[in-house]
């Protein structure tokens, strides 16, 4: 096998993986041709999150962080272990946002710096490439005293977060607006083709129900940041933030393979460095770097006349004509002591604000078998799967309500979608364990097993019809899916304007039974500010953040 | 300056100028309102009356399908309603997202009977949808009606955005309203409820099972919920309507959850007169047609009989 052929394997594999990592996200959802288990239970047929579940840094930081390394996580060490003795295959071979900054530097540009001599001088290791080690132990001190940080800048994390909640809802907001463009010039072949186009593109990417989504802006944006910092630099965030890029270099210390440059036969063109993705200094007569090489093989295929060469135990004696392959990692010990320390001290930070379980905001609404909330920010990567799979769009990626460590986490916004009572697909959906699964039963209870709670419901008796409008309504008792109800009705006799005796049933919360899902806010009437809504109080992850005493037993 | 250069370089900019003024003034004030789409008027579902066939009629047995064919057969049978090469649209009572012995949704063995029925009358095209209030693909999973409507023979076919018809209701309450596109564009529209319990109406059958083929502000329409309901009865005149007393919701309704609020009735009816099935079928949630609100203005509307017995009554045990 030649190392063009080698090189078009990566290229073929790179498609490969992202187009797998872009199927799960599609399937990551719920659809009508799922069928119920033997107890009614709707469980997601495939493993919709194990891309996430394949990354290190994930597995390392919530080790760190929990003690524990959740189920799938092992998977983790599919890529860490090959990857002490290769080096990051991961990033040059696998990685989704990796092989997307591949694709997007290799437009052409017509920037003089991102041509010739330019460009070649651009691809020389640079010093902001350390960068990415501060920021890995960075979210490495966070993680060992309890702050997840990571997953704001984990790739896979960073991915699905916004493939599944700004790009996907975002291309189906534009699928439909073009439709209804193109239908409202009126001409019927017109409206038959896009309706066709649309048909076709719905069924890959489009969703049954569009999602719209909370600070899907600052997503968004993030990541047309990370993509657009491509036309300065070549994979700039491969090389210079990405913290599961520091974490596999730095395994990749000890590897045993590596690029072996032959001064003799060189004649300087220069062509490996003006196609290297991980600037990692491939040319010879200049240091070779392990820890930045993705191993993308551009180099060894681009040289005409074979003077560097890939090999398994290269020489590593080095000579000013001859640098051999160092190992070494760019970044000083009191750096690496400063960032761990950066990180250790946002800790504090962040939990000594008021945000954090002192005065948090009564609609932070966690997903169904979320963990107590310091445990949960232990856990939550921010990947928006729960988010994702949610069939009533209910779960939305916060901004600050639930402070800046919680930044992008789940909440329920009941207003947009209630939690259905039986559904468990977001404890199914998370890679982390932040959301547990639950079985139907845990989730709503029965004569021995408490519900799982995610809130309790409030009237408000100044904006409900029956309460102050002198109006017949009840669709918020209608929709109360516990049983009995915990929304129970009283008849009274109240006097419209006129004097008019009226008889309506005025709704009443029983906060014994109440669960919290939000269908009364969804379904309430009142629309810009139901006068029924739920707050987080009561939810069952919490031992504080209650309101009885004892609760009475659910007996039907 | 040349003049030759003058003239270009000032007539480029008087033009650009002219066509700047001229649109803002071609604009300025316009109503940009897009003309309302047209407003469909609901077509007709009835079939002929016929005094020697009951207006309603009710069979037994412990078997649903069984207890649905008889019915049926008491009532004309199914010739008498459908024509071969008729689309039909089935609109059972789907609207939580529950399971069948729940009894909060039509029982999927009716609706699974229902479509082999018309197919075997040779209808050509037979769709069961419905509005469901929780998420339609949970619901219609979990209810178990997708999987016997469409094993059946049915297109089972799910509410989106613009699935919807402007239609006229021509009511008191209910002028215009969107409509479902599938229970208008349709020959025939056998309603399919399910009995059970409601707190401000009563009683859900036949006649409030019709919300379910409105989109818009639905959950406004309770603050008139009687006379909503009759306009609606008025405007879907529906050609069949088979009213499933398999299981009844007893209370906990419409969407129940608990299987101590289910009565086992054993019981299809089947009727041309919905007022007279609803006001059977109230009787089994312990109440008379009379003491329900929206069944005493529907029969005071001209929409059929409380005394069912009036409108000729089978039962077949």
Known sequence: ?????????????????????????????????????????????????????????????????????????????????????????????????????????????????????????????????????????????????????????????????????????????????????????????????????????????????????????????????????????????????????????????????????????????????????????????????????????????????????????????????????????????????????????????????????????????????????????????????????????????????????????????????????????????????????????????????????????????????????????????????????????????????????VEVKKPYIDPNLCTGCGACEYACPVIDQPAVYVTSIGESRSDRNQILLERKRNKS | MERRDFLKKSGRALALAAITGSTGFYFHNRTTTTAAGSVIEMPRFEVARNPDLPGLALARHENPIEAFRKSLDAIGGIGRFIEPGERVTIKPNVGWDRTPEQAANTNPLLVGEMVRQCLAAGADDVIVSDITCNDARRTFIRSGIKDEAERAGARVLLAADDDFLQADLNGELLTTWPVLKYFIETDKFINMPIVKQHSLSSCTIAMKNLYGILGGRRNQLHQRIDQSIVDLAAFVRPTLTVVDATRVLMRGGPQGGSLADVNIENSVLCATDQVAADSRGVEFLGLRGEMVGHIVLAEKSGLGRIDYRQAGYKEIV
């Open chain 1, 1 to 501: 096998m030649t190392i063009k052929t080698v090189r078009n394997l990566r290229r073929i594999l790179q498609i490969l993986f992202f187009l797998i990592f872009f199927w799960l996200i599609l399937q990551t959802n719920f659809f009508f041709d799922m069928a119920p288990e033997e107890n009614g239970q709707i469980v997601l047929p495939y493993p919709v999150s194990i891309a996430l579940e394949f990354d290190p840094l994930v597995a390392l930081n919530t080790l760190l962080a929990t003690g524990t390394i959740y189920k799938g996580l092992l998977w983790s060490l599919v890529i860490l272990i090959p990857t002490i003795f290769l080096g990051r295959f991961f990033c040059g071979w696998i990685c989704p946002l990796g092989t997307l900054n591949h694709w997007i530097s290799e437009i052409r540009s017509e920037r003089i710096k991102r041509k010739g001599k330019n460009k070649i001088e651009s691809n020389r290791y640079k010093k902001y490439q350390r960068i990415k080690y501060y920021i890995f132990l960075f979210f490495i001190g966070a993680s060992l005293f309890g702050v997840l940080q990571m997953g704001l800048l984990d790739p896979l994390s960073l991915m699905a977060r916004s493939l599944g909640t700004a790009v996907l809802p975002g291309l189906q907001a534009a699928a439909e607006a073009s439709l209804s463009w193109v239908k409202s010039f009126g001409i019927a072949p017109l409206s038959a083709a896009a309706e066709y186009l649309y048909d076709i593109f719905s069924g890959i990417f489009l969703i049954y129900r569009r999602a719209h989504f909370h600070a899907i802006i600052s997503i968004g944006l993030v990541f047309v940041v990370i993509l657009a910092l491509n036309r300065l630099y070549t994979r700039f965030w491969c090389r210079g933030i990405c913290p599961l890029g520091a974490m596999l270099a730095i395994f990749s210390r000890y590897a045993i393979l590596g690029l072996q440059k032959n001064s003799g036969v060189c004649d300087g063109c220069n062509k490996c460095l003006l196609h290297c993705q991980g600037a990692d200094n491939p040319d010879v007569g200049s240091v070779w770097r392990q820890s930045e090489c993705v191993l993308c093989l551009n180099c060894q295929a681009s040289c005409p006349n074979g003077s560097i060469k890939f090999k398994f135990f290269p020489e590593q004696e080095s000579t000013p004509a001859n640098p051999g392959g160092t190992q070494k990692v760019d970044i000083t010990r009191r750096k690496v002591m400063l960032s761990f320390a950066a990180g250790a001290a946002t800790v504090p930070l962040l939990r000594s604000g008021d945000m954090f379980e002192v005065n948090t905001n009564p609609r932070v609404i966690r997903p169904p078998g979320s963990q107590r909330e310091s445990e949960f920010l232990s856990r939550c990567i921010k990947c928006g799967q729960c988010m994702r799979v949610c069939p009533n769009n209910a779960l939305h990626p916060t901004l600050l309500e639930a402070g800046l460590e919680g930044l992008w986490t789940p909440v329920m916004i009941a207003r947009i979608g209630y939690c259905e009572h039986t559904c468990t697909l977001c404890g199914q959906a998370c890679p982390t364990g932040a959301i547990r699964e639950l079985t139907t039963v845990e989730k709503i209870g029965n004569d021995e097993i408490e519900p799982n709670r995610i809130g309790t419901a409030f009237i408000d008796r100044n904006r409900c019809l029956p309460w102050a409008m002198a109006t017949p309504c009840i669709v918020c008792e209608e929709w109360c899916p516990t049983s009995p109800k915990s929304i129970y009705l009283k008849s009274e006799i109240v006097y419209d304007r006129e004097g008019k005796a």
